[in-house]
């Protein structure tokens, strides 16, 4: 009995995937399945991370994740699962940034923390990474709760926020920009983890900023913070949010050519030589002003706003590796003869002791 011979053609392939200016794929980028909330505003700042780094063509071994403890600190499990990653302990995360960029100038670090392993325990690591302007891009991911342990106010939390239990906060908040800015760090902005254009473009320019960056992203914890009465729920971010500017960025790599309003945008050149576009919204902010930023951050907090946006830039100011001189090359692999004191000068360093 005859019977039809089966076809063993191979299936058509489908479009390759669209790749960067690098030739990686989206999929070069991503991480682990999330293990948070469904909803968590977190989890929305792992995907703008994903598409900045992917846009600046970023490569995901040249990057270090650095993080802490807490829901934020779980994060960068979620995004870039070919580069580095060390998770601290609770609060100590600057530390070892620091350690990381001494130790490997070639690297790019980003951190991200909450506001309890930043604004809490690790307080008086956060203002000595600020002063330092350290490259670093920093993310506090700031739900204003500790939602590990059930959703206890943080630090962060505004002055009259109130939790699902009905307790009201009754201390002031910790502003996190005023004081990165007060202590020194060169790029400092807020964001909402609901804002995806701004968000991303602020995250690109982060990656072109060759000093600390501070971006402190309001991202709502659904299951503890996210209900009335709450100052940094969904619902309270879309009804009190004020951006300060409409936030445009372009890379150094691609045409810079683009036309806008004169006199109503700073353009502000970053080290790369790329370009970031601050488009005013109010016509008397200046982000290159560091005082202006300071007061219009004060006024913001008597009005009850919630501002968005870049507050302070300089790419001007020396980063703290060019300050101590580091070298280009990882420190591991510099030879015996570079990195070992001579005899003379271990008997100079005595000599001062004595």
């Known amino acids: 009995m005859a019977t039809t011979p089966t076809s063993t053609s191979a299936p058509t392939p489908g479009p ?7 030739g990686l794929a989206v999929l070069d980028y991503k991480g682990g399945k999330t293990t948070l909330c469904a909803g968590c505003g977190h989890n929305a700042i792992s995907e703008r991370i994903i598409d900045a780094m992917y846009e600046m063509g970023v490569q995901p071994e040249r990057v270090a994740k650095l993080s802490g403890i807490g829901c934020s600190s779980k994060s960068p499990a979620y995004f870039m699962g070919r580069a580095h990653s060390f998770n601290a302990v609770h609060g100590r995360m600057p530390s070892v940034a ?4 001494l130790a490997n100038r070639n ?3 980003l951190g991200v923390s909450g506001d309890g392993d930043t604004a809490s325990i690790g307080l008086g690591q956060f203002v000595h990474l600020m002063r330092r ?13 500790y939602g590990l342990t059930k959703g206890q106010f943080s630090a962060t939390a505004d002055l009259g926020s109130k939790l699902k239990t009905g307790v009201i906060n009754d201390l002031p908040p910790i502003d996190t920009c005023s004081l990165a800015i007060s202590m020194g760090a060169t790029f400092v902005g807020r964001s909402f983890s609901g804002d995806k254009r701004q968000l991303l473009s602020m995250l690109k320019a982060a990656v072109a900023h060759k000093g600390t960056v ?9 299951t503890f913070n996210d209900h009335e009465g ?3 729920s969904y619902k309270y971010m879309k009804d009190h949010e004020e951006p300060l500017q409409e936030i445009d960025f372009v890379p150094a790599f691609e045409d810079i050519a683009v036309e806008y309003d004169p006199g109503t945008t700073v353009e502000v050149t970053m080290h790369d030589g790329s370009r970031l576009r601050l488009r005013k919204l109010e016509e008397a902010y200046d982000a290159t002003n560091r005082a202006h930023a300071l007061n219009r951050l004060n ?3 008597a009005k009850g706003e919630v501002l968005t946006g870049v507050f302070y830039v300089n790419p001007q100011a020396p980063n703290f590796l060019d300050m101590l001189n580091m070298t280009d090359q990882p420190l591991a692999t510099l030879p015996e003869s570079v990195v070992r004191p001579g005899r003379e000068v271990l008997e100079q360093v005595m ?3 004595r």
């Open 133 to 145: 302007n350290l490259p670093i891009i920093y993310i506090i991911e700031d739900n204003g709760v």
């Open 230 to 232: 709450s100052t940094k």
């Open 107 to 109: 690297l790019l670090a």
């Open 351 to 353: 000599e001062e002791l």
């Open 16 to 22: 390759a995937p669209k790749t960067n200016h690098i």
């Open 299 to 301: 006024e913001a907090h």
């Open 98 to 101: 620091t350690g990381a960029m």
């Open 214 to 222: 501070m971006l402190d992203v309001v991202s709502p914890c659904v």
